[in-house]
């Protein structure tokens, strides 16, 4: 009878931990296209890294994305892309990585 239940358990913990791998279910905030850098915009889905550098370098060359909306300005972002990233980014909030040198600056009480 052990074999049958260690499958089930095994099989559901394996279940469980993709779940928690899975950004979807990660429950992971959207990141911050004004802060990000390339390395972590690559790792959105359907943003590979020539695309990360893309953005990159659009936000350097044109200011801050005002809007999520804006990425169609980055060269090769139609649409269909912006609607698959629209639930991963966003415009505001924190910076994509705290700032070690910000952190250590900070007076202490």
Do not use: W, Y
């Amino acid at each position: 009878m052990a074999g049958p239940i260690t499958r089930t358990v095994t099989a559901m913990l394996a279940a469980l931990a993709l779940c928690a791998a899975s950004p979807l279910f990660a429950g992971t905030t959207p990141l911050n296209i004004n802060t990000a850098s390339a390395a972590e915009l690559a790792t959105l889905k359907g943003i590979g890294p020539a695309k990360a550098q893309a953005i990159v370098e659009h936000r350097d060359k044109n200011g801050q994305f005002k809007s999520v909306d804006d990425l169609r300005l980055v060269r090769g972002v139609g649409d269909k892309m912006l609607e698959q990233l629209r639930p991963q980014v966003t415009v505001s909030g924190a910076p994509a990585a705290p700032e070690p040198a910000a952190n250590a600056a900070a007076p202490k009480k």
